[in-house]
């Protein structure tokens, strides 16, 4: 068996598996991955003012390291030293996530609808499209650009305006195809993704609350005390399954109340958290991790 076998079936694996593999080895709450939310609120504490994020990668090796301690099936202790590494693992996350976020079939079918309508009527094809994802595409994507609107609102510090992010952000989203049109699907992307920004309240629900400065998982030692981290206290809120038979109130209206008992979960355990190392950092430089 090789080492590439090995890393295949490791459990923990996080980068380059489908989101299946994340749900079936618990390492998804309320339809996202634990990961995924990790960096995200991270960056969402330290990073929003930082000039070029998402633009600047930070250090090989810090990435590499940050990596490898979600593989094992930890969570990095990150400092604001690690805002750049923080955001390449964010992006090599959907980079690598097989089929991307938006998969192949829903691409060519927004793209087909982009280009087709008139902005008057365009909204509602493209919204029409977006709510066919499948469920857990959807959560992240929401979860994400809207992250994305309030990294572009502070554009002023981080010169991150929609149109850099989309740059950024178009290409990893969609898995454009290898062909002779891919530069100009790439585009197309891009310029997609520029709209989806720029008009998020008629195209995506925001499914959860305003960050705070007291209710992130950036925060790696809290003086409160205590033995949990943000993330044990995420484990402790129990994934809502979905019913094959929709609910009256709709596809949106259960994915709105899962985020808000989510994020209302998540605040209340924030003031018992407590860092926990799991491992020293060896000579070739391993980062500290915390065990979920």
């Avoid at 995924?36 to 994020?53: A, Y």
């Avoid at 010169?159 to 790439?186: D, R, W």
Wanted: charged share 25%; aromatic share 10%.
């Amino acid at each position: 068996m090789g080492v590439l076998s090995l890393c295949e079936e490791a459990p923990s694996k996080v980068f380059g598996v489908p989101l299946s593999h994340l749900r079936k080895t618990g390492q998804m709450r309320q339809g996202l991955p634990l990961a995924f939310t990790h960096l995200v609120r991270f960056l969402e504490k330290h990073g929003l003012s930082t000039r070029g994020l998402f633009r600047v990668g930070g250090t090989v090796l810090r990435q590499y390291e940050l990596r490898k301690c979600f593989d094992r099936g930890g969570f990095p202790k990150m400092s604001i030293e690690d805002v750049h590494s923080s955001a390449y693992v964010l992006k090599h996350f959907l980079r690598t996530l097989p089929g991307g976020l938006i998969p192949e079939p829903f691409m060519f079918e927004l793209l087909k609808v982009f280009r087709m309508f008139r902005l008057s009527k365009r909204h509602k094809a493209v919204k029409k499209v977006l709510d066919t994802l499948p469920e857990e595409n959807y959560n992240i994507l929401c979860f994400l650009t809207f992250f994305l609107s309030r990294v572009a609102a502070e554009s002023h510090a981080n010169c991150m305006t929609t149109t850099n992010l989309s740059i950024e952000f178009g290409p990893i989203l969609f898995h454009v195809p290898q062909g002779p049109t891919k530069l100009e699907e790439e585009e197309m992307c891009i310029s997609f993704t520029e709209y989806m920004l720029d008009n998020l309240r008629h195209l995506l629900p925001n499914m959860y609350p305003q960050a705070s400065a007291t209710n992130t998982a950036g925060d790696s030692v809290s003086e409160a005390g205590g033995d949990f981290t943000p993330e044990k206290c995420v484990q402790q809120v129990l994934l809502t399954e979905t019913s094959s038979k929709p609910l009256k109130i709709g596809r949106l209206g259960r994915l709105r109340r899962q985020f808000l008992h989510f994020w209302q979960k998540f605040g209340s355990c924030n003031g018992r958290r407590k860092v926990e190392e799991s491992e020293k950092p060896s000579a070739a430089g391993d980062v500290q991790c915390m065990s979920p």
